[in-house]
């Protein structure tokens, strides 16, 4: 089978992501399989050590900043000349804007949030989460296919240094979107994705004084508040303060999540931490799918005992 990643970049690199699905595409590719990479808004040797065979590359873009109309272009001139079974992307931002128009123009089924993949009778089997992670979807989807990934769904590729062969496409630059800038996050605000403890709190919560209190708690943990983006919307923690999609990547050797629900958008964001504690009313709650370990106790009761606790250690 000849599967297609896309890149996603960050900083001039391949991203995390990237590697996840790199991981994924050989596990479907199979003996005798090839692995293409569709790299753009980066140098090829920034991707050398991903063990694909080939990368397809638009020098054009390599340093320019990302514009979602020139990135479908060059995509779409990569599956034209890859020809792929199936095409691999994150279910990130770029992966959004990317995969629904990419899947038209070259009559491609698409399937979102999926989790997992297996390849099979000309076929590919998924499973999605849906209704922020409180059903599962299980499809077989007839190839050639596009799959969006969730982050987290397989494991980040070791490095494995190799040659692999370097593809130059030709896309015709798109009219009609102009880069203005881009927002960097303020260099003086806590840096949560080098945190080893996090205390995660969602809308679960019910109130924002209850942020004081898990404020103390954090605090008694040698951990940083964080929060879901419910939380961060309501105005009861800042932006650099939020894990998920839309905020920040985390992967920390305790994640204690309070009153969060686990929708795949946040998961995303967390999934990879080393150990997960859950602390949910609603027992079928998404993010007991993923803890390690789970309790359904009311954080009336569970914060003043837990903040007790440990002021008694």
Known sequence: ?????????????????????????????????????????????????MGVDRILTLPALAAAPYDPAAHAAALSAAIAAAGPDLVLMGYTTAGLDLGPVVAIRHDLGLVSYCQTARAGDGAVETESQIYGGKLIARAATPLPALLLMNVGAFAEAAPAPGQPEVV????????????????????????????????????????????????????LMGAELVGSRPVVDAGWLPKERQVGKSGRRVKPALYL????????????????????????????????????????????????????ALEGR
């Open 1 to 49: 089978m000849k599967v297609l990643v896309y890149a996603d970049v960050e900083a001039g690199q391949p991203a995390a992501v990237a590697r996840e699905l790199v991981t994924g595409a050989r596990a479907l590719a199979g003996p005798g399989g090839r692995v293409d990479l569709a790299l753009f808004g980066a140098d090829p040797s920034a991707a050398a050590d």
């Open 168 to 219: 130059t496409l030709e896309a015709a630059a798109p009219q009609g979107l102009r880069f203005i800038d881009a927002t960097a996050p303020d260099p003086d605000a806590v840096d949560i994705t080098r945190a080893d403890r996090l205390l995660c709190v969602g809308r679960g919560i019910g109130e924002a004084d209850v942020i004081e209190e898990a404020q103390e708690v954090a605090g």
């Open 257 to 308: 999540a309070l009153g969060v629900s686990g929708a795949p958008e946040h998961i995303e964001g967390m999934g990879e931490a080393g150990l997960i504690v859950a602390v949910n009313t609603d027992a079928n709650a998404p993010i007991f799918d993923h803890a390690h370990y789970g309790a359904t106790v009311d954080l009336t009761d569970f914060l003043p005992a837990f903040r007790a």
